[in-house]
Antibody, heavy 119, light 112 residues
């Protein structure tokens, strides 16, 4: 059974940093593109970033470029999102998701982890 | 680049069919066959219902079907059931370098 379990969310002050983790199991993690998707409270979905199977390619939505870094450790079956210079508008539930293939769709999602940026 | 346009709400009675539209441009929905649809119940993670315009993942009911015409994609739910009441989001790849993947505004489906 495919499972994605996020962790690392919490309350952080504006300008602060947070590192999200996603533990994957039930599939060959190193064979898939992986993504982070977020959802602000009461709002719609927003794709944030994705990373190629070997980590050699990464893409980001403009609003997080230079502040967020996506990475992965295939030996640990884990996906990460390092978030720096956090802003109030980054407040959201962050989901880890498996890509069907690059830019196609996301076929498995984690339960999400809430990030709240507030003073 | 902004979100794809969906109706805020669609409703129907049990057993009826409903269709949710997703309107974009030739730079996203109209230009690529990378349109997908997600179902999200309150407090839950999204679930993939349709990918690549009209493909259904294993385990998804055949009451759900997808199509596309020009810059507008559609999700049809036939034989509407109470459990179908949820939010639905479309998504598409885009040619934009600043936002290469965009979701729709979301549609609340209500079963009357």
């Amino acid at each position: 059974e495919v499972q994605l379990v996020e962790s690392g969310g919490g309350l952080v002050q504006p300008g602060g940093s947070l590192r999200l983790s996603c533990a994957a199991s039930g599939f060959t993690f190193s064979s898939y593109w992986m993504s982070w998707v977020r959802q602000a409270p009461g709002k719609g979905l927003e794709w944030v970033a994705n990373i190629k199977q070997d980590g050699s390619e990464k893409y980001y939505v403009d609003s997080v470029k230079g502040r967020f870094t996506i990475s992965r450790d295939n030996a640990k079956n884990s996906l990460y999102l390092q978030m720096n210079s956090l802003r109030a508008e980054d407040t959201a539930v962050y989901y880890c998701a498996r890509d069907v293939q690059l830019w196609s769709a996301f076929d498995y999602w984690g339960q999400g982890t809430l990030v709240t940026v507030s003073s | 680049q902004s979100a794809l346009t969906q109706p805020a709400s669609v409703s129907g009675s049990p057993g009826q069919s409903i269709t949710i539209s997703c309107t974009g441009t030739s730079s996203d929905v109209g230009g690529y066959n990378y349109v997908s649809w997600y179902q999200q119940h309150p407090g839950k993670a999204p679930k993939l219902m349709i990918y690549d315009v009209s493909n259904r993942p294993s385990g998804v009911s055949n009451r759900f079907s997808g199509s596309k015409s020009g810059n507008t994609a559609s999700l049809t739910i036939s034989g509407l059931q109470a459990e179908d009441e949820a939010d639905y989001y479309c998504s598409s790849y885009t040619s934009s370098s600043t936002l290469p993947y965009v979701f729709g505004t979301g549609t609340k489906v209500t079963v009357l």
